[in-house]
């Protein structure tokens, strides 16, 4: 495996692979701290292409002042031995200078899709998001990009923004994997303690009750309520709850159904101390 953090570098390598060999390439960008679900997405993506780069950045841009950038979790050699084990050919790793030299000016910024759900409560989040994973398809030359659908509006911010500005990469959708007792996998859930982390499992479960209880006429409010209730119980603060078509992600209001909305996916967002911590789940037939 090449590990290089030269933004040039990785374009020139990337040019070779493509010139010399016909290669295609996919891309898997995270921000370290891997665990099994950013490995599912290496080995989604291998599917897809000749090479595989990842890229592991904290991206300074997309966390607020009062966020945790300082103290994300960093544990970079074995991140290194855990995407080489995956079989990632290159691994990109620059610096914050490297990806944002002096006079750096420009972002990418959605109009709609960033500004609900986390957009609401991360102001600026999706435009760090956008403008860094446009960067690394341009440095990486991908001709797929992989993400996985935990973050599931950063799915489709990139997505949109794919279209939107005819980029020549393909996005692919990767399953949110879960840990045996259904805890989505995050990095963030490090800095959960034992008792915390047992009671983070009441937002998987809330989401899983849903799932398998939603009727055509249940109303959003109900499930909101009940979704409160149950994070409230567990002693957790709760960010958000909603009910978004998953496409467009805006919130429905309490009064409407599911069948008033085409692919419902349920959101929330909840905090267990000082973590925020992210699920979501499909409610309509035919995905998870
Ligand atoms: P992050 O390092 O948190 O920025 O995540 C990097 C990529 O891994 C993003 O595309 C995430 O959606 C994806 N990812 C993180 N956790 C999971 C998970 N539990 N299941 C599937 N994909 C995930």
Not at 125 to 148: P, W, Y
Not at 153 to 174: C, F, G, H, K, W
Not at 241 to 249: K, N
């Amino acid at each position: 495996m090449i590990l290089l953090q030269s933004p040039q570098l990785v374009q020139e390598t990337a040019w070779r692979w493509k010139t010399e060999s016909n290669s295609r390439i996919a891309l898997v960008p995270t921000m370290g701290a891997l665990h099994e679900g950013h490995l599912s997405l290496v080995q989604l993506a291998r599917k897809y292409a000749d090479k595989c780069v990842a890229s592991i950045f904290v991206n300074p841009t997309q966390f607020a002042p009062n966020e945790d950038l300082t103290r994300y979790p960093r544990p970079f050699e074995a991140d290194r031995e855990k995407v080489q084990a995956a079989g990632v050919d290159l691994l990109f790793a620059p610096t914050r200078e490297q990806m944002y030299p002096e006079g750096f000016q420009t972002s990418v910024i959605l109009s709609k899709l960033g500004r609900h759900l986390c957009g609401a409560s991360r102001p600026g989040h999706f435009e760090g998001v956008a403008t860094v994973c446009l960067k690394l398809f341009q440095i990486s030359r991908a001709d797929v990009a992989v993400f996985g659908e935990k973050d599931f509006q950063q799915l489709r911010v990139l997505e949109q923004m794919t279209s939107d500005l005819n980029l020549p990469v393909r996005i692919v959708r990767a399953p949110l994997i879960r840990d045996a007792d259904g805890l989505a996998l995050s990095s963030r859930n490090r800095y959960l303690d034992a008792e915390m982390r047992q009671r983070a499992l009441c937002l998987s479960q809330g989401l899983g009750f849903w799932r398998s209880n939603a009727e055509p006429t249940l109303s959003v409010g109900r499930i909101r309520q009940d979704l409160q209730r149950k994070v409230t119980n567990a002693g957790l603060r709760l960010d958000y709850a909603e009910v978004c078509d998953e496409r467009e992600l805006s919130p429905y209001p309490d009064t409407a159904t599911l069948r008033d909305i085409r692919t419902p996916r349920l959101f929330i967002a909840a905090f267990a101390g000082i973590t925020r911590l992210i699920d979501n789940v499909s409610l309509h037939g035919d995905s998870r």
